[in-house]
């Protein structure tokens, strides 16, 4: 199975999720979801479930890197959602539709992210805004990957602030450092001397063989 790292975000919405909206940083949010996009584009496979607020900003800094990232992204959506979707969908060549179960938005949403958590070996998370569906997410990924590093982005507000009570200890850095790009090199173990590969079949197994080499 093929190891990726999911990104769980979203902007929440004042109307829909008010006690949500109170605590979330908007421009924390594209930060932190531009900076994990920045730091693993070309260097991790990245999995995340269709959002009309994220899914553009993942586009805007995949645009700007010089690899294939429709290999190096995986996009799912519910069918429940057809008439939402974004206009970006159709840029990320790696979309995969799951079934609309009666109409029932709770239902498709299940089936979706079950269909998500059981395709790849998820070595890692990212939790960033967001309303209760984030929390949802953390809690099936908890159940089906147990060993994967949970990272809560605390400064960026919303539905995160559940995930961390859930956890109980979190790393300081989560909940008050801004730098994102050191925050993500940091705690996904991705080196800032690793190359960015076109596509995942281009790059080395070994992290080692992955690393900038000055030319002799």
Request: with cysteine.
């Amino acid at each position: 199975m093929t190891d990726a790292i999911f990104l769980s975000a979203g902007v929440p919405d004042p109307k829909r999720g008010p006690e949500y909206a109170r605590t979330a940083d908007a421009v924390a949010i594209t930060a932190a979801v531009s900076a994990l996009v920045h730091v693993t584009l070309g260097r991790r496979l990245l999995v995340w479930g269709g959002h009309p607020a994220i899914t553009p900003m993942i586009w805007v800094v995949a645009e700007g890197l010089e690899v294939d990232y429709g290999s190096w992204v995986q996009l799912y959506q519910s069918r429940y959602f057809e008439d939402e979707y974004p206009e970006d969908n159709q840029r990320f060549q790696n979309l995969t539709l799951t079934d609309d179960v009666g109409c029932d938005r709770e239902h498709s949403l299940r089936l979706m992210r079950e269909r998500m958590f059981s395709d790849f070996n998820f070595t890692a998370a990212v939790f960033i805004g967001g309303m209760g569906g984030i929390v949802q997410e953390f809690d099936l990924l908890q159940q089906m990957h147990p060993q994967a590093t949970l990272l809560p982005v605390i400064s960026t507000g919303g539905a995160v602030h559940d995930v961390a009570q859930r956890m109980g200890n979190i790393p300081y850095d989560l909940r008050d450092d801004l730098d994102y790009v050191a925050l993500f090199h940091r705690h996904l173990g991705v080196s800032v001397k690793e190359m960015r590969y076109q596509r995942p079949t281009e790059q080395p197994l070994a992290v080692a063989d992955r690393f900038y080499r000055p030319k002799a």
